[in-house]
């Protein structure tokens, strides 16, 4: 199991590659301002997703990363 410390330091990498700079500050930036609510933003994200669907991409992904 990976420590607080290595999930916080990976999500970083991650966003900063994926957003860029700019972009990565702009959205840590939003996610701080709001009142970020994960469950709320989770429901709306796959809201048009079924479960089999959504177990497919996950499914998919994780084949990808291996």
């Known amino acids: 199991m990976k420590t607080d410390s290595e999930i916080i330091n990976r999500g970083f990498e991650t966003i900063f590659s994926s ?3 700019v972009d990565a500050e702009r959205f840590i930036m ?3 301002r709001d009142k ?3 469950t709320e ?3 709306k994200l796959w809201s ?3 479960v089999e669907s959504l ?3 996950a ?4 084949g990808n990363e291996q």
Not at 59 to 62: E, I
């Open 41 to 43: 933003w989770q429901k």
């Open 59 to 62: 499914q998919t992904a994780w």
């Open 48 to 50: 048009n997703e079924s």
């Open 19 to 21: 957003l860029g700079m």
């Open 36 to 38: 970020f609510d994960y």
């Open 30 to 32: 939003l996610i701080k």
């Open 55 to 57: 177990s497919d991409k």
